[in-house]
């Protein structure tokens, strides 16, 4: 599917600034959404938006269907009259710059829960109406989801493989018991969800009503500590006791020496094809309720994917094992349609890979710091692009074009800065220039690299399970000079229509960084 000429930021939402430890979808969001506006900036993606799992990745959720309950805007419950305002203004001394996972989600939590009591008890008949509904339209994961955090409240976050045998073999008997224990706790998650899936609604009709579209992020795999695998667990390689035998990975590459041992357990593609690829029809769905085009993490997991004996510590000791490649694409579009697919299709790309996204139109990914260590015939460099494919300056895998260039090898500058003619004095912006200038449809650039920050701004180091994910702005870095520089960009590149007087570089009311 071929998209229109276009631009815009990667930035989580966690990353944006706010007064309760980590961005969500309240003021802030709304006000990046102007931002982009004024930028010329016609897409926002994001990362997963799921609960986060092991070590705060959104790579790691507890759901691919829920949204994180950490993204909830606390002061629209207060409007709403489900939240004391006094209750927000108790809050920790939370850093600026990055989230402290642990105080933010227990602040956040005992606020949710707060709000879920006072709207059983004083919620309006047209508010709980609204409710009802939400959770008989998305019973289908739902009810698998609240009981599955319900139990993993009480359990303290302990792998469901180690509940109760009778949880974990879900004897219909022990679930029926769990529900009626935990019908509080139930609720509760349902309650997060439907605040969740109501203001991100919001957000996106705000967005989409200023001409910006919503990109979302589906990790191919999911988490073994998830509602999904709990609840589909004859749909993935396990062994008796719920533990996986077979898990995800990539072999040796660019960003680790042994390559990377996800954790994930892998699909049992036979049964999923016998069940005519429901919960993937089902999870496409859910994802494009929220957004209007989808990136697919590590699409060529499709084609094949690097299966690593669950008893191995690292990734070397893997091999490639074939995925359903078409089968499961045609079974999606022949129920939702053609959908809006961005692959990404990083690493290792085999033909096979190839094959599989071009019979399907899908815009593969361009990223412009892996251009420059080879020759000219490096399918990273802008003069190789084809028009269908995304072009990024980095990925939230990369680090920022400042801490890159800082970071590569001489030979590498020096080809960045012959082959783009430019001094390398500012390469956020040479980059930014050079992948508007792409025939690419679409140009997505982080934020970090608009505002020319360095390696301490990094989302995350692949490999390593600390410190990622925090990554978080303050508004008075942005200045006039980015969004106006960036607005300059993309309009003489065709990726905006230019809708006021064109800018010089530096207006003289402003300074540059």
């Not at 994802?287 to 994917?305: M, N, Q």
């Not at 020319?452 to 701004?457: I, K, R, V, W, Y």
Request: proline residues 6%; hydrophobic residues 40%; glycine residues 6%.
């Amino acid at each position: 599917m071929r998209f229109s000429r276009r631009s815009g930021i990667l930035l989580h939402p966690t990353s944006l600034p706010g007064p309760y430890g980590a961005g969500d979808l309240g003021f802030s969001s709304y006000h990046f959404v102007d931002w982009l506006v004024t930028a010329g900036q016609s897409l926002w993606q994001v990362l997963p938006l799921g609960p986060v799992g092991m070590a705060n990745s959104p790579y790691m959720s507890l759901s691919a269907f829920a949204g994180s309950p950490l993204l909830i805007d606390l002061d629209e419950l207060v409007r709403r009259g489900w939240l004391d305002a006094n209750h927000l203004q108790q809050c920790p001394d939370f850093p600026t710059h990055r989230v402290d996972y642990e105080n933010v989600v227990s602040f956040r939590i005992e606020r949710l829960r707060e709000a879920a009591e006072r709207f059983a008890q004083k919620g309006s008949s047209a508010d709980k109406a609204q409710y009802e509904l939400f959770c008989r339209e998305h019973a289908s994961w739902l009810n698998d989801y609240s009981l599955f955090q319900a139990l993993n409240d009480r359990h303290h976050g302990a792998l469901w493989s180690q509940w109760e045998k009778e949880l974990v073999s879900r004897k219909a008997t022990a679930l029926r018991k769990a529900a009626k224990e935990l019908g509080a706790g139930i609720e509760f998650h349902k309650f997060t969800q439907w605040c969740f899936y109501e203001q991100w609604k919001l957000l996106r009709k705000y967005a989409n009503e200023r001409g910006v579209k919503l990109v979302g992020d589906i990790p191919i795999f999911v988490a073994h500590h998830s509602s999904d695998v709990w609840a589909n667990p004859h749909e993935f390689h396990l062994d008796a006791h719920g533990n996986p035998t077979r898990v995800a990975g990539v072999p040796p590459d660019y960003f680790s020496e042994t390559g990377q041992r996800w954790g994930n357990p892998l699909y049992r593609w036979d049964v999923m094809k016998e069940e005519r690829y429901a919960w993937w029809v089902e999870r496409f769905r859910a994802s494009f309720e929220l957004f209007d085009f989808v990136r697919i993490d590590h699409f060529r997991g499709f084609a094949a994917c690097w299966q690593i004996p669950s008893s191995e510590k690292t990734a070397v000791k893997g091999k490639w094992v074939n995925g359903p490649g078409g089968d499961l694409f045609k079974a999606v579009e022949k129920k939702l349609g053609k959908l809006a697919i961005i692959a990404e299709d990083l690493g290792l790309i085999t033909p096979d890979v190839v094959e599989l996204r071009n019979k399907f139109e899908f815009p593969g990914m361009k990223v412009l710091q892996f251009a420059f260590a080879n020759g000219p015939e490096d399918v990273f460099l802008p003069h190789n692009y084809v028009p269908n494919c995304v072009v990024y300056t980095g990925t939230h895998d990369n680090d920022t074009t400042r801490g890159w260039y800082e970071k590569a090898t001489e030979r590498e500058r020096d080809h960045v800065r012959r082959y783009l003619t430019v001094s390398g004095d500012e390469i956020h912006w040479d980059l930014i220039r050079a992948a508007s200038r792409s025939v690419a449809d679409m140009c997505v650039v982080p934020m970090q690299d608009v505002l020319g920050l360095g390696s301490e701004h990094r989302m995350n180091l692949p490999g390593t399970t600390k410190n990622n994910w925090e990554w978080r702005f303050a508004w008075d870095w942005a200045k006039p000079y980015h969004a106006d520089t960036l607005y300059e960009i993309t309009a003489l590149n065709n990726r905006c229509k230019p809708d006021r007087l064109s800018l010089p570089l530096y207006p003289s009311n402003m300074t540059k960084p």
